[in-house]
């Protein structure tokens, strides 16, 4: 049974630092990039940040750019957002992605979800 499971979401202030994190379960960690995603309210879930399979650049999108770092632990099935200098435009849910192409066929694993708010 697939599982990713975030945690490390929260209130913080402008200014400050998150450290999300996000355990996966029931499949083959290495073989897939892992991707941060986040979501806000009336607005569409946007691709935040990536981290490649067999390593290789990460990705950011441009607004966090020098403030949020991915990494991934492959011995651990862990993967992890840095966020330093939150906005209050960070304010959103954040979801753990999984995503590999298996045999010629996608396969793509979400996790629940981590709320963050950015707010004085």
């Known amino acids: 049974q697939v599982q990713l499971v975030e945690s490390g979401g929260g209130l913080v202030q402008p200014g400050g630092s998150l450290r999300l994190s996000c355990v996966a379960s029931g499949f083959t960690f290495n073989l897939y990039a892992m991707n941060w995603y986040r979501q806000a309210p009336g607005k569409e879930r946007e691709l935040v940040a990536t981290?490649?399979?067999?390593?290789?650049?990460?990705n950011y999108l441009d607004s966090v750019e020098g403030r949020f770092s991915i990494s991934r632990d492959n011995a651990k099935n862990m993967v992890y957002l840095q966020m330093n200098s939150l906005r209050p435009e960070d304010t959103a849910v954040y979801y753990c992605n999984a995503f590999a192409w298996i045999a010629f066929q996608s396969r793509s694993y979400w996790g629940q979800g981590t709320q963050v708010t950015v707010s004085s």
């Open positions: 981290a490649p399979s067999a390593g290789g650049s990460k």
